[in-house]
């Protein structure tokens, strides 16, 4: 297998040495080559992903990406320029988000029950395209604005990626998350496309949520949902009330996938890359550790990604929630589980 | 007070008489004419807000609003027509909602600590505005847009409402909330005029949180929060997550407001008209008395709002959470409290 490696900045360093570390536990095939890209490239050449290096990472099987960003450099430049920018280059059209309560993991809510819900986003269309603009900046005539663009095309592949999924979990369910009442243009091209695609998949039962009261049934019976599918911009957010419910983003993982195989996907954990913290050796790489599960699952290699999800479920159950994280002892008990 | 009442559909007439019936129990001089409007008329006469009657509307201090929507009415049509057409026509730039978790009322979260938020919603521009279009409909080359505008004048004015109130609340702290990192043209339009105005107002403290880490701080630590400004998209997503973690959308009250005075301001509860419960005398009214309260203090009845609010109050934190609702016996209690 070969792997891009993409650890970034802040704690990403420090968590995607974990995640190597268990990776190469279940696979010691990996040939892994890193990738200077992020904050402090920038910072130090103003480059943020030069041609030579998108071309580079196409050449391998999967990317692993740690965290992107520093509060030096101003917001925008990296997510469009480097995080956005692999997602569209790359065709990462189904952002998956699986989000499970795991035993031993404590949610903020009082009563929270199972919770084993996957979020999938679209990734390459929506307000997230950068289509827009401001005419007469800095007067009171100024107007802004944002435009979202959803293709029967760019729809349709992601829908039916999300049927696939559902039809393959114990539940098959599948909830549509848009606001088709207000955004009624591409609320109309979401929902058809759903009819349309669900004929092909009778077994799969179908519902449909406003995203306004889907944040709210997301706190108040989260354990309703099972395959969940959404526009970029509202995935962006429910996934992170999913995460919240679910333990906090220390726990959230990701795959970003080009679903036909054409470019390389890219894993990474959902959290930012926390400067704060970074350096201190107390990171939770756990989110970079799932992630590495949805990589190996994405290659086909399922027994691998099973070692992993499972030492990460046990390791989690077994846990003091108390006892403050090590970032290399979460990485050295996980590998030791995954590769045991 | 002249007060325009639109009791709706489904569970709207019901929880309206308690509001009219606290709202009298204070304000013994309202004159209330009530209008037919809402998913029956449309159903009956295919209408849906007629000139003669927005005009009407227009002549009155405040409308209150029960619930619009039927599913026998297809998705869209009285948002577009009836709801947003009021919130437009009317210009309630402002969508005032506060969120507090008052004692006796129980959160879904396990440890939420106080909650005493104040969210201000724009209500005129955004992702709202109705503009966006469908090419090659129904085909595989279908393309669907919703275009986001915004504007100086209207991001200005719902930014000024909103520091005005965080001056006069004893945290002084302002949030904006939004998504600067990708939408970055709206987001520049949005953090630049909360920098500017923020210059008048020293007093207030003024932080910033995307969308996404936003809304997850809602359920972990909402405490932090005390007047929050943001969009209108995201400000139906959040509000919604602000009133799950208070007790739900049973509670969560709202006002449109046209600040400026020139049109009447409307208020209403955040929930839907519930058809699955309606004429069964079960729905809470709590969150319309609560917009009472907002109405009042509105046109300025201090001490008629400090009334109802310190009914509701009371009620709530001596209700057993387990006792079943009973409509009219709520709006009993509550007009006796306010009133007595
Ligand atoms: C950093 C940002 C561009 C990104 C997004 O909005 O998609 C992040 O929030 C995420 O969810 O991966
Ligand atoms: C019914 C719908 C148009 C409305 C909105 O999206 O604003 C509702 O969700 C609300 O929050 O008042």
């Not at 952002?95 to 929270?112: E, H, I, M, W, Y």
């Not at 979202?148 to 049927?163: C, P």
């Not at 091209?189 to 519902?207: D, G, H, N």
Request: aromatic share 4%.
């Amino acid at each position: 297998m070969r792997l891009a490696v993409i650890s970034g900045d802040g704690i990403g360093p420090e968590v995607v040495a974990e995640g190597l570390k268990v990776l190469t536990a279940v696979a010691p095939d990996v040939e892994s080559t890193p990738y200077d890209l992020g904050a402090s490239r920038w910072l130090r050449t103003g480059e943020l992903l030069p041609e030579t290096v998108l071309d580079e990472l196409r050449q391998h099987d999967a990317i692993l990406l740690g965290a992107i960003g520093d509060p030096s450099v101003p917001s925008g430049i990296l997510e469009r320029g480097l995080l956005l920018k692999l997602r569209f280059e790359l065709d990462h059209h189904v952002n998956l988000r699986p989000a499970k309560l795991f035993d031993g993991v404590q949610s903020p809510l009082a009563d929270p029950g199972p919770i084993d819900m996957l979020c999938i986003r679209e990734g390459t269309e929506g307000p997230y395209v950068g289509n827009g603009g401001v005419i007469r900046r800095d007067t009171p005539q100024e107007v802004a604005t944002e435009v979202s663009l959803n293709t029967a095309f760019g729809v349709e592949r992601v829908v039916r990626y999300a049927f696939e999924r559902a039809v393959a979990r114990p539940r098959r369910h599948l909830t549509l998350i848009h606001k088709t009442n207000v955004l009624t243009h591409a609320g109309s091209l979401w929902s058809r496309t759903v009819e349309e695609v669900s004929a092909e998949f009778p077994e799969v039962t179908v519902a449909y949520q406003h995203v306004d009261a889907a944040s709210m049934f997301f706190i108040t019976d989260p354990g309703r949902y099972d395959v969940i599918v959404t526009d970029n911009l509202f995935g962006d957010i429910i996934t992170d009330v999913a995460a919240a419910v679910t333990g906090g983003i220390g726990l959230a993982a990701s795959g970003n996938l080009d679903a036909s195989g054409t470019h390389p996907s890219m894993f990474e954990p959902v959290h930012g890359s926390a400067p704060d913290i970074a350096g201190q050796g107390k990171a939770d790489p756990t989110a970079t550790v799932l992630s590495v599960g949805l990589l190996l699952e994405h290659l086909g290699r399922t027994e691998q990604a099973r070692k992993v999800n499972a030492a990460v479920a046990f390791d989690l159950s077994t846990r003091d929630p108390k006892a403050p994280i090590r970032t290399t002892e979460v990485g050295d008990r996980l590998a030791a589980l995954a590769g045991g």
